[in-house]
């Protein structure tokens, strides 16, 4: 299974980034793919994630309303629109599967299968 992160980069504060995750080698309409952090100096945490079986999404607390996951069966991709960015979410974002419905806010490494190299996030205030 590979995971391919793209669409990390520097934005301002307020400003938006997608990254996408490619999927390759795992059933991509009958699993939970997502997105953990981890911000420099701190623990790794989960951000977001969808199940491809039923388009159901799960979000942090601190990204609700700011974030929106989703999915394109053609290309095996999930991406993360990233929206009023704040200098608190630069991290390294990394792809993820979950063999079962994440719980993103209090056990996000519960069930993750596979994850891939990290793209990078910096939100400048």
């Known amino acids: 299974v590979q995971l391919q992160a793209s669409g990390g980069g520097l934005a301002q504060a307020g400003g938006s980034l997608r990254p996408a995750c490619q999927v390759s080698?795992?059933?991509?309409?009958?699993?939970?793919i997502g997105w953990f952090r981890q911000a420099p100096g701190k623990e790794r945490e989960g951000v977001s994630a969808?199940?491809?079986?039923?388009?159901?999404?799960y979000y942090v607390d601190s990204v609700k309303g700011r974030f929106t996951i989703s999915s394109d069966y053609a290309k095996n991709t999930v991406y993360l629109q990233m929206n009023d960015l704040k200098p608190e979410d630069t991290a390294v974002y990394y792809c993820?599967?979950?063999?079962?419905?994440?719980?993103?806010?209090?056990?996000?490494?519960?069930?993750?299968?596979?994850w891939g190299e990290g793209t990078q996030v910096t939100v400048s205030s």
């Open positions: 080698g795992a059933p991509f309409d009958d699993n939970h």
């Open positions: 993820a599967t979950w063999a079962w419905e994440p719980d993103l806010d209090d056990d996000y490494d519960d069930g993750i299968e596979h």
């Open positions: 969808i199940s491809t079986k039923d388009g159901t999404t």
